[in-house]
């Protein structure tokens, strides 16, 4: 139980285009999700919580015009990487906790994200 | 916010032997979890601990919430066991990482 899927698994983009990345809890539903950011041999930093109905919470320093966020069902987030540089390529990485249980947050298998 | 710091940052092993990996914390938190990140970058639940003691298997963790620590152990070590471990903490819902242990097992 609680698996999160994550689509695409990695993407190339040309500078300037915009991607959306996909997450998904496939056998609980989940109020919240969130988006995290990894560079390589770093540790994750959180990017923003996603309440399923409402407006993204994004964390200082994260740019919500360009990652946007949309939870359109308690099952599904989207995170849209608008006009994407090079310095955004990264691996972007998912979560969900299980409405109405503890806490405890399960992860998404990542997103590689290269721009060029 | 929160500040999690692991040690040690980086450990080399030979097969069969135990390890003890610690993260400390400097508040009180409601949410602690121990991952294995595998080379390919997935995340893979350990232990859901804000405090207290589990095992599975091989692997146990401890939390002293009150003394802000936990401590896991992974017994008979093996290659497989090789990556990076991440504990997070949190004091509402939103996770704080830590900076990794680097685990090698060398065959």
């Known amino acids: 139980g609680a698996v999160v899927s994550q689509h695409p698994s990695w993407v190339i983009c040309k500078s300037g285009t915009s991607v959306k990345i996909e997450c998904r809890s496939l056998d609980f539903q989940a109020t919240t999700m969130f988006w995290y950011r990894q560079f390589p041999k770093q540790s994750l930093m959180l990017m923003a919580t996603?309440?399923?109905?409402?407006?993204?919470?994004?964390e200082q320093g994260v740019e919500k015009d360009k990652f946007l966020i949309n939870h359109a069902s308690l099952t599904l987030s989207t995170l849209t990487v608008t006009s994407a540089h090079p310095e955004d390529s990264s691996f972007y990485i998912c979560s969900a906790s299980p409405a109405g249980g503890r806490n405890e947050q399960y992860f998404g298998p990542g997103t590689r994200l290269t721009v060029t | 916010g929160i500040q999690v710091e692991q040690s040690p940052p980086d450990l080399i092993l030979q097969e069969g032997a135990n390890s003890t990996l610690r993260c400390n914390f400097s508040d009180s938190v409601n949410n602690l979890q121990w991952f294995h990140q595998n080379p390919w970058g997935q995340l893979i639940n350990l232990f859901y601990i804000p405090s207290g003691t589990k095992q599975n298997g091989r692997l146990s963790a401890t939390t002293v919430a009150t003394e802000r620590y936990s401590l896991l152990y992974i017994s008979s070590s093996q290659t497989t066991d090789s990556g990076v471990y991440f504990c997070a903490v949190a004091g509402n819902e939103k996770l704080t990482f830590g900076t990794g242990t680097r685990l090698t097992i060398i065959p």
């Open positions: 996603s309440n399923e109905g409402s407006k993204a919470t994004y």
